[in-house]
């Protein structure tokens, strides 16, 4: 019983792991984390550090903007401007 109670549980982990693409200890690389979210940039000694964008599961931007030690500390005003329509 205790065997399968430890399968079971070792199974469950494995579907919350997390995967990284790049560098994600000292560099630039992306990670996707065990609840959907993605984070794209800058990392140091594992943390997000430096500029990166965290993307939401619906791909959604939550945050765009600098990182320091895994925390937001800036954020990025980006504001876009309608494409004027040509007129004839």
């Known amino acids: ?3 399968i109670a430890f399968l079971l549980g070792s199974s469950y982990f494995i579907f919350l792991k997390e995967s990284c693409n790049g ?3 000292n560099g ?3 990670k996707i984390y065990w609840d959907g979210e993605k984070y794209i940039g800058q990392w140091k000694n594992g943390e997000a550090n430096g500029y990166g964008v965290l993307v939401a599961k619906d791909q959604k931007i939550l945050y765009s903007g600098k990182w320091e030690e895994g925390k937001q500390i800036s954020k990025e005003n980006n504001t876009f401007q309608p494409v004027p329509k040509e007129t004839q």
């Open 1 to 3: 019983m205790l065997l």
């Open 23 to 25: 560098n994600c200890k």
């Open 28 to 30: 630039f690389g992306s």
